[in-house]
C-alpha cells in the first residue's frame, strides 16, 4: 500500500499564494496520472488538477490560470502552487494517483487551505 502525506496549507488572505506537497511512499507519480483533490465543508470532494505520465496537465475551471500542478518523480513529490487565491479556494486538499479516472490509493490526511482576511 502507498502512504501519501499532503503539506503547506495553511491560512492566507484573499490574492495570496501557497504551495502544497504530497510526498508518497513509493514512486507513483511517474508511472500513473496523478492529481489534486478538494474538499470543502459540505460538498463533495473534487478533481482540481491532474498531471500525466507524460506531464499533460489538465484543471478544473475554478482554478484554470491560478493553479500549477507540478511533480518530482526523483523525490516522490507532487506539488500544487495556488496563486491568487480566493476565499471559495477554502479547503481541504488531498493528492491521489489516478487509474480509469478514479483515486486509486486510499487518502492522506490532507492540508487545509484557508483563504480569509
Known amino acids: 500500500q502507498v502512504q501519501l502525506v499532503e503539506s503547506g496549507g495553511g491560512l492566507v488572505q484573499p490574492g495570496g499564494s501557497l504551495r502544497l506537497s504530497c510526498v508518497a511512499s513509493?514512486?507513483?507519480?511517474?508511472?500513473?496520472?496523478a492529481g489534486w483533490y478538494r474538499q470543502a465543508p459540505g460538498k463533495q470532494r473534487e478533481l482540481v488538477a491532474s498531471v500525466s505520465s507524460v506531464g499533460y496537465t489538465n484543471y478544473a475551471d475554478s482554478v484554470k490560470g491560478r493553479f500549477t500542478i507540478s511533480r518530482d518523480n526523483a523525490r516522490n513529490t507532487m506539488y500544487l502552487q495556488m496563486n491568487s487565491l480566493k476565499p471559495e479556494d477554502t479547503a481541504v486538499y488531498y493528492c491521489n494517483a489516478l487509474r480509469s479516472g478514479a483515486p486509486y490509493y486510499s487518502w492522506g490526511q490532507g492540508t487545509q487551505v484557508t483563504v480569509s482576511s
Open positions: 513509493r514512486n507513483i507519480f511517474g508511472l500513473n496520472t
